[in-house]
C-alpha cells in the first residue's frame, strides 16, 4: 500500500476499491477519510465536517463491542433511520494487540466481497504500524510536556527558570506569553471512568487551539492547564475554554458526574507560572465548596474567599479560633440567628434590605440581631466586631462544606 501516512493510505485504498474509506481513533473520532464514490451517508459527511459523531452515536457504535474485536466484522444500520447512519464494514486497527482505532467501509449492499475485505485488513495493517508509530512518539511530547509543566509548577526559582527554558526550546509555549492557568477537578470520588472521561474532554478541547498556546498535567482527577498567547487574553477566553471543557467531561462522564473550573488572573511570562497556578487552585476550591461561585470560578471574583479558602482545614481545630461567636455557632437552634446575621453583614449593615431578603419584617430582624449580640458578646455597631462576626461564618461556611465534601 503507497504512501508513510495515514491520510494517502486511506487515499489509496479508496481509489482501489472505488469507495469511500474512513479511519476513526477508538473514541470513534476521525483520523482520516477519502473522498466519496456516492456511497456516503448523513454520518459520514458529519464526520468528515465535526471531526466526530454525535456522541450518543460513539456509545451505539462502541456498544456492538468493537473495541474487543481482533477481525473485521459489520454493523447494521442504526435503527432509527433519521440517524441516516448505514451498514459499515468495521475492520480494527491493532499493532502490537494494541487497538489503534478503526477503519470503515460503509455496505449498505452487505455486497463487499472477500477480496475487498482482505484488502481492507492490508491497509489496516498498516495503518496501525503508522499509528503505533504516532502513539509513542505522541507519548514521548506528552512526557516531556508533563515533566516541564512540573517543574514550571516547582516552589525552587531555578527548577521554574530551567523549566521555562525547556519549554521555550521545544516550542511548547511562549516564554513571553501571558499565561492564564486553570485548575480543574472531579467533584467527589474519582474512578477509571472519570478519570478517563476528564482527560478526553482536556484533549479534545486542546486539539482546537493553536499550536504552542496550551500546555496540560493530567493527575488522575485534576488536570492543570496553562494557557498561553503573545498577548493579554480577550475577556472571557479562559473561561470559554473551561466551559467546552465541562460541557465535553459531563458528555463522557454522564450528568450524575461534576468537575469544577479555577481560572487565574492573566501573568506575565512562564515563571510566574507557579504563583498563578496558586490562584486557580483556591478559584477551583471555590467552586466545589460554595454554590455562589457556580461550576467556574475566577480569582479576580473571590474577593475576601481567596484569603478565607487559603486556611487548612485539615488542621482546624473543631472550634473556630473566635470565642465570641463560639456559642452561637455551636448551638443548632441558633441557626436561624446565624443566618439572619451573616444576610446583615453581608449587605453592609442594611436592616431593611436584609429583611427584604429573608422575607420578614424590619422589627423582626432588630430583634434578631439583638439576640445575637446578647448571645456572643459582640456589638454589631463596632466596625471590628461586625468583622470578627463575618470572619467566623463565612469560615464556619467553608468548613463544613470541606467537611462534606471529605466525607
Known sequence: MAGDDVQSVVDALAVRLGRSVAVDDQAIRLIAASKHFGDEDPIRIRSVLDREIPHHLQRWVLGHGIADWTAPGRIGGHPDSDFGLL???????????????????IDADRDLADSTV????????TIGVILYRRMLLHERERSVAEAALRNLLSPDAEDR??????????????AS???????????GESDRDSSLALETAVEHVQRRQPPATFLTLLQHRRAVIVLGSARPPREGAARDVADRIRARFTELAGPGRRCAVGVSAARP???SVA???????????????????????????????AMLLRVDFDQLAEELPFPGVRDLLADPANDLL?????????????????????????TTMYHRLKRVEAVTGLNLDDGLDRLTLHLALKLTRINSAHRTATR
Open 161 to 174: 527558570r530551567r523549566a521555562a527554558e525547556e519549554i521555550q526550546s521545544d516550542g511548547l509555549l511562549s
Open 275 to 305: 504563583d498563578a497556578h496558586r490562584q486557580a487552585a483556591t478559584a477551583v476550591r471555590a467552586a466545589l465548596l460554595l454554590p455562589m461561585f457556580g461550576d467556574v470560578a475566577s480569582w479576580s471574583a473571590l474577593g475576601p474567599f
Open 177 to 187: 506569553a501571558t499565561v492564564v492557568v486553570l485548575a480543574v477537578e472531579i467533584d
Open 338 to 362: 446565624a443566618t439572619s446575621a451573616e444576610e446583615f453583614l453581608d449587605r453592609a449593615g442594611d436592616v431593611a434590605a436584609s429583611a427584604d431578603a429573608l422575607h420578614v419584617h424590619r
Open 269 to 271: 511570562g512562564l515563571e
Open 87 to 105: 451498514p459499515r464494514l468495521c475492520v480494527p486497527v491493532r499493532c502490537h494487540g494494541v487497538l489503534l482505532g478503526f477503519l470503515w467501509l
Open 118 to 125: 482482505q484488502t481492507a485488513v492490508d491497509a489496516a495493517e
